[in-house]
């Protein structure tokens, strides 16, 4: 799975809305490289891709108005606990806890997101 690059079309003109947006897109890339670097279950690669693609898209639509932050963060919730975790497939990478932990902690502060290594 290849990370999302940041690209100047993706800036909303707010410079807040680019600094959380920008910080969203970096926290997700990291999850990204997490995901590259342990052997995982395809189903948790599915809700990265689709997650990740979702985001894209999002950005790609409407960047001068999106708040990709707070669309992410009503997705988010929906995702959460991920079901991978413990399925039948899981292969206990560990993947799966940091991802939530990063889910959670972007929840509450956006920003602090990236303060999680994987």
């Known amino acids: 799975m290849r990370p999302i690059r940041w690209i100047s079309r993706y800036r909303s ?3 807040e809305t680019d600094r ?14 997490a995901a590259g670097q342990r052997e995982h ?9 689709q997650f990740s693609a979702e985001a894209q898209q999002l950005l ?5 108005d999106s708040d990709l932050s707070a669309a992410s963060g009503r997705r988010l919730r929906a995702l959460l606990p991920l079901s991978p975790h413990g399925s039948a497939a899981c292969r ?8 939530q932990a990063k889910i959670a902690v972007h929840l509450e502060a956006p920003a ?3 303060l999680i290594q994987p």
């Open 41 to 49: 279950c395809q189903e948790l690669e599915d809700v990265i891709a």
């Open 20 to 33: 959380r947006n920008r910080a969203f897109v970096d926290c997700l890339n990291s999850l990204i490289d």
């Open 92 to 99: 206990q990478c560990g993947l799966c806890d940091l991802a």
């Open 112 to 114: 602090r997101c990236l």
């Open 60 to 64: 790609e639509a409407h960047p001068a």
């Open 13 to 15: 003109g707010d410079a």
